[in-house]
Nanobody
Framework: QVQLVESGGGSVQAGGSLKLSCAAS????????MGWYRQALGKERDLERD???????????SYADSVKGRFTISRDNAKNTLYLQMNSLKIEDAAVYYC?????????WGRGILVTVSS
């Protein structure tokens, strides 16, 4: 059974930092691209708009323009874990953050974790 479990969310003041983790199990983590998506409260899901960052199976990372220079995605294949280091958080970063796996023929999603940013 595939599971993606996010952790590390919470509430932070603008300018602060959080580090999200996503523990994966039930599939070959190292074979799959991974990504972080976010959905702001009250907004409909839009996969293209909501993609925050992704990292390929060989470690190549990409970022949405809105988070470049502030967020860092990484993965530890030995621990089957994906990370997202978020620095200099802004009010507009507040959302439910989802971990996702792209395994070519299958895609998996975590249940999401809430990040709130206050002024």
């Amino acid at each position: 059974q595939v599971q993606l479990v996010e952790s590390g969310g919470g509430s932070v003041q603008a300018g602060g930092s959080l580090k999200l983790s996503c523990a994966a199990s039930g599939y070959i983590f190292s074979n799959c691209g991974m990504g972080w998506y976010r959905q702001a409260l009250g907004k409909e899901r839009d996969l293209e708009r909501d993609l925050v960052s992704s990292i390929s199976s060989n470690g190549t990372a990409s970022y949405a323009d809105s988070v470049k220079g502030r967020f860092t995605i990484s993965r530890d294949n030995a621990k089957n874990t994906l990370y997202l280091q978020m620095n200099s958080l802004k009010i507009e970063d507040a959302a439910v953050y989802y971990c996702a796996a792209d395994c070519t023929q299958s895609a998996y999603w975590g249940r999401g974790i809430l990040v709130t940013v206050s002024s």
